[in-house]
C-alpha cells in the first residue's frame, strides 16, 4: 500500500519562503513521477510542478520564477521550494505520485500554505 506523507506547510508572510515535502512510503518508487497541484477555495485545482524519477521537471509559468522542484531518489522524496511567496499563493497544496510499476496513482493528504499581506 502507497502512502504519501506531506508537511512543510504553515502561515508566511508576502515575500517568505516554504518548504514543502512529500515522501513516498509502502511500495518501491521507480519509473514514476510527483507531482504538485494547488487548490484555493471557490477555484479549480492546477498544476504547480512536476518531476520524475529520472530528474526531468516542469514547473508551471504563473510560478516559474519563484519555485522550483527537486528530489532525492534514496529516500523517495520530493520538494518544492517556494520564494516570494504571494497572497494568492494561499491554497491547499496536493502531492500526486504516479509510477509504472502501480496499479493506479495516489494523491496526498494536502497541505495549507497561508500567505498574509
Known amino acids: 500500500q502507497v502512502q504519501l506523507v506531506e508537511s512543510g506547510g504553515g502561515l508566511v508572510q508576502a515575500g517568505g519562503s516554504l518548504r514543502l515535502s512529500c515522501a513516498v512510503s509502502g511500495s518501491t518508487f521507480s519509473a514514476g513521477a510527483v507531482s504538485w497541484y494547488r487548490q484555493a477555495p471557490g477555484k479549480q485545482r492546477e498544476f504547480v510542478a512536476r518531476?520524475?524519477?529520472?530528474?526531468?521537471?516542469s514547473v508551471a509559468d504563473s510560478v516559474e520564477d519563484r519555485f522550483t522542484i527537486s528530489g532525492d531518489n534514496r529516500k523517495a522524496t520530493m520538494y518544492l521550494q517556494m520564494n516570494d511567496l504571494k497572497p494568492e499563493d494561499t491554497a491547499v497544496y496536493y502531492c500526486y505520485a504516479t509510477s509504472t510499476w502501480w496499479e493506479r496513482s495516489y494523491w496526498g493528504q494536502g497541505t495549507q500554505v497561508t500567505v498574509s499581506s
Open positions: 518531476i520524475t524519477t529520472g530528474g526531468t521537471t
